[in-house]
């Protein structure tokens, strides 16, 4: 079974790339983030013409999960419980889904960015993180293999990012959001690619010539849990998506499990 994660930084401007790799890299289940549009306006065609069902969570233009995938999507969860909102109503935004297949159980995962260390979205940031280790204590109780996987806006090393001196007093990587990311392995989580590829970043800006100097960050991760862990075959950050046409600023995660 071949699991990836990608921030596709939306899906309609990327949809002949998304859909082209998932078929030349034979790839059974992609979780998607920053899909940025309405279920309504998802490119569904693409995906169903190249033998992959979707389901999706947009609320509208930006963020944005979805799953595609081979096999059927079942108990399929918008949103976990107790997930914080944002802005003055602190409404939800569409940043987890969840969903099993050929019983594995995903989560697709949006982590916000937080902005900056002053702006209210770093503290919305650590809120849901806190409560998604909050729920993910309880899921890893079920010895079914489980992963959340996506977009966590965070750099958990040092060597994540390409200088750590020029991130100082910036977001990704303060101590506060790298407590947040350990809190996921002290429950019981392991970054299941890193093993494999200790080295590599997943996120380039479009800024500044940031892939050709490859000034990137590591922020995209696959966590599972011991079953899902153990089950693990092989790992690959697919840096060669960030060239060429109209590329997403993230790469492709994919790990082969043995089920």
Not at 104 to 113: A, D, E, I, K, T
Not at 191 to 216: A, C, I, M
Not at 242 to 258: F, I
């Amino acid at each position: 079974m071949r699991i990836a994660t990608h921030n596709v930084n939306s899906i309609r401007t990327r949809v002949g790339r998304v859909v082209d790799w998932l078929q030349r890299a034979d790839i059974d289940v992609l979780a998607m983030q920053e899909i940025k549009c309405k279920p309504d306006q998802f490119p569904m065609k693409q995906f169903n013409d190249a033998g992959y069902e979707v389901v999706l969570h947009g609320l509208n233009q930006w963020n944005g999960v979805a799953f595609a995938s081979r096999m059927p999507a079942e108990d399929v969860e918008i949103g976990f419980a107790g997930m914080p909102g944002f802005g003055p109503e602190l409404a939800q935004e569409a940043r987890a889904i969840g969903a099993t297949f050929n019983g594995v159980r995903l989560w697709s995962l949006y982590v916000p960015n937080g902005r900056t260390l002053e702006d209210p979205h770093y503290q919305y940031k650590l809120e849901w993180l806190d409560r998604l280790a909050a729920v993910t204590s309880e899921w890893i109780e079920d010895p079914t293999p489980l992963a959340l996987m996506g977009d966590f806006n965070i750099a958990p090393l040092d060597t994540d990012v390409w200088d750590i001196d020029d991130f100082i007093g910036a977001t990704h990587v303060s101590e506060p959001e790298r407590q947040a990311f350990e809190a996921f392995e002290q429950i019981g989580l392991q970054d299941v690619v890193r093993p494999l590829v200790p080295e590599g970043y997943t996120y380039w800006d479009y800024q500044q010539l940031r892939f050709p100097k490859n000034e990137g960050m590591r922020i995209d991760f696959i966590l599972g849990n011991e079953t899902f862990a153990e089950a693990i075959t092989s790992a690959e950050i697919v840096r060669d998506e960030r060239k060429g046409e109209q590329p997403s600023d993230h790469v492709p995660v994919v790990v082969d499990l043995e089920i």
